[in-house]
């Protein structure tokens, strides 16, 4: 079996470090995160957002460089939060389109906004019942060269619904709120972390991130 190489990881998130740890470990890739501030999230998608980041870590590092751009997808919501999902409490928005309508920067630490967030989001579908809950989580993971090219894209997505109430203490951003499909209706915060990472978008991502790598054997 040839060796994989050793990934650098640009993402400024405790809560996906610990995942990508676990992850990237079970799957035999080295890796080391990097730490450079973030850049800006400018472009309309995931997509977009995950190539740029993944791009200005890699000529950050010199190295081969993953970097991910991820979100709650709400289709009763417009698709909200989707690609504003980390900053959707200091956002103005309309739920009927899912466009933003304006954003300011509260300038909260991480964990508060995630608060901020998880509050908004029940505020918004408090009215909703049944399928109009149905939610997933959806992540690009994207690979770069050294010199910033971009080699890979790999998307993951995972299906559930959202609860009226938090349940459980682990994991971070909605997971409390998230019931998988895939984890029997308990929340990503209340199952084991690798139950989680088992089943989730960044999993399915990372499979296939490490696929492209097996058949392109010549990148390092
Ligand atoms: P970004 O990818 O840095 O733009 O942040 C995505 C935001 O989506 C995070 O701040 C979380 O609020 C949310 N998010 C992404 N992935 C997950 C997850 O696996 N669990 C819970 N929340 C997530």
């Not at 308990?186 to 499979?207: C, G, I, M, Q, Y």
Request: glycine fraction near 10%; charge should be neutral; charged fraction near 25%.
């Amino acid at each position: 079996m040839t060796s994989l190489p050793r990934l650098h990881l640009g993402t400024g998130n405790p809560g996906k470090l610990r995942e990508y740890q676990a992850i990237l470990g079970e799957l035999g890739h080295e890796f080391l995160p990097l730490s450079a501030p973030e850049p800006e999230e400018t472009a309309p998608d995931l997509d977009g957002n995950a190539r740029l980041k993944a791009s200005f870590y890699a000529r950050h590092a010199g190295a081969l460089t993953l970097a991910e751009d991820a979100g709650l997808v709400v289709p009763s919501l417009g698709g909200l939060p989707g690609v504003i999902s980390a900053r959707f409490s200091d956002c103005e928005v309309d739920t009927s389109t899912g466009r933003v309508l304006s954003y300011r920067a509260s300038g909260r630490p991480r964990e508060a906004l995630d608060e901020a967030n998880r509050h908004r989001l029940l505020q918004l579908l408090s009215a909703h019942e049944g399928d109009a809950r149905r939610a997933s989580f959806q992540v690009v993971i994207a690979l770069a060269a050294p010199d910033g090219a971009i080699l890979f894209t790999a998307r993951g997505e995972a299906h559930g619904r959202i609860l009226r109430e938090p349940r459980g203490l682990g994991g971070f951003g909605y997971d409390a709120l998230f019931s998988g499909d895939e984890t029997d209706g308990l929340t990503f915060a209340e199952v084991d972390p690798a139950r989680k990472n088992a089943v989730s978008h960044r999993r399915k991502a990372l499979e296939l991130i490490r696929r492209w790598m097996r058949e392109h054997p010549q990148v390092r």
